[in-house]
């Protein structure tokens, strides 16, 4: 539960720092320093941060089973064998792709109750992995990757 309330706490801060512009030698300070802040706020992480639009890497060792969206996050988190990604830009379309992508790779659909308004959010779950997948308002993909019994 701690590694949960770590990774909510993190997609906070990413989400303003994703939302950061400015020119490209402060981008770079500010990424370097907001990285190191969420890493001692959740200590034992790794966190890959892209303030630039770029995009940031998967870890290698992120679960081959469950598939992801084409475009490359801006946040990644790894902490206790779970992940934090997160998509600064990602459509209705983006969203419901993935749920698609999701039930092709064999998860199941968890139901979540009533849906809010300006928030779409599916669970998944297969024998290793529960994935919630979000998409806030019309933009803005997360998915948080926890380990069955983690």
């Given at each position: 539960m701690?590694?949960?309330k770590?990774l909510a706490?993190i ?8 939302s950061l ?5 402060v ?8 990285e190191?802040a969420?890493?001692?706020?959740a ?5 890959r941060?892209d ?5 940031v890497?998967?870890p290698?060792?992120f679960p081959?089973d469950?598939?992801l ?6 946040l990644v988190t790894?902490q206790?064998?779970?992940y934090?990604l997160v ?10 792709a993935q749920?698609?992508a ?8 968890e139901d ?7 928030l779409?959010?599916v669970a ?10 979000t998409?806030?308002?019309?933009k803005?993909?997360s998915?948080?990757?926890v380990p069955?019994g983690?």
């Open positions: 701690k590694a949960l770590s706490a997609a906070g801060v990413a989400a303003l720092a994703i512009t400015a020119c490209n030698a981008q770079n300070i500010a990424e370097r320093q907001i190191k969420i890493e001692e706020q200590s034992g992480s790794d966190v941060l303030v630039t639009g770029d995009g890497d998967v290698a060792d081959a469950i598939p969206p084409s475009a490359k996050p801006n790894d206790s064998g779970g934090l998509w600064a830009e990602g459509s209705k379309q983006d969203f419901d749920v698609a999701m039930e092709a790779a064999g998860f199941t659909a979540l109750g009533q849906p809010t308004e300006g779409s959010n998944f779950q297969n024998n290793s992995w529960t994935v919630t997948l998409l806030a308002g019309q803005g993909l998915m948080l990757v069955i983690g």
